[in-house]
């Protein structure tokens, strides 16, 4: 009889560990899912919290793009050129060289006769239309018949110089600033600017014009 419990109480015992340990087992997959949601929904609201954050930036040109903010700057000092332009010399002829220097640096464009783009008569004939109210011709071989003939040794600010660049006669024309030095348009892949008249402007040298602004403009 005893040894009849002792075998009973012992397989009563076997079915309860294998109960308990499949018990275990199958509540093992459920905590692991949980635990798994609960990383899952963390990470997401991580993402979504970054998300916000970022959608609430604002750009910044002077941080996030400096250069850009340069050129914007620049552009806009181009655009108001011409309004800041202003001449003090009682010769008007001086007035258009004046007037004429606040080009230097616009990039050379042949056929252009805006701040956009100049060639060398473009330049002459912008500024004097602009800024003296004189319509001169538009190529520099017919400008050298307008005004009167001026010697080297004689030459003023605001007379124009003529040169040998193409060829011909008078192919190209600047405006001489004084010092033996003069402004113009040069060519193609370059921009205003003022040179010596010297070396190579000297050995294609045609002569001067001195044009009368002030009668022109009254005519």
């Given at each position: ?7 009973f ?20 997959p ?8 609960q990383?899952?929904?963390l ?22 793009d ?25 010769s ?44 001169l ?57 003022v040179?010596?008249?010297s ?15 002030n ?5």
């Amino acid at each position: 009889m005893k040894t009849t419990l002792s075998f009973f109480t012992k397989g009563l015992g076997a079915v309860w560990q294998r109960l308990f340990l499949g018990a275990a087992l199958a509540s093992t997959p459920v905590l692991f899912s949980a635990a798994q949601a609960q990383n899952l929904d963390l990470i997401g609201s991580l993402i979504n919290k970054s998300s916000a954050n970022l959608s609430q930036s604002s750009w910044s040109a002077d941080i996030s793009d400096p250069i850009g903010s340069l050129i914007a700057d620049a552009k806009l000092d181009r655009s108001k050129r011409d309004a800041s332009i202003s001449t003090t010399s009682k010769s008007s002829a001086s007035a258009l060289a004046q007037a004429a220097l606040n080009y230097v640096g616009v990039r050379y464009r042949f056929g252009g006769a805006t701040p956009q783009g100049f060639d060398c008569s473009g330049l002459i004939y912008y500024t004097a239309s602009k800024y003296m109210g004189v319509q001169l011709p538009r190529v520099s071989s017919s400008m050298a018949n307008v005004g009167q003939s001026v010697s080297r040794d004689e030459l003023q600010p605001g007379d124009l110089v003529f040169f040998n660049t193409r060829g011909f006669r008078n192919s190209h024309v600047g405006i001489y600033l004084g010092n033996n030095e003069f402004l113009h348009a040069p060519r193609t892949g370059s921009s205003v600017r003022v040179e010596k008249l010297s070396n190579y402007w000297s050995q294609r040298y045609n002569g001067a014009r001195r044009i009368p602004m002030n009668q022109i403009a009254k005519n």
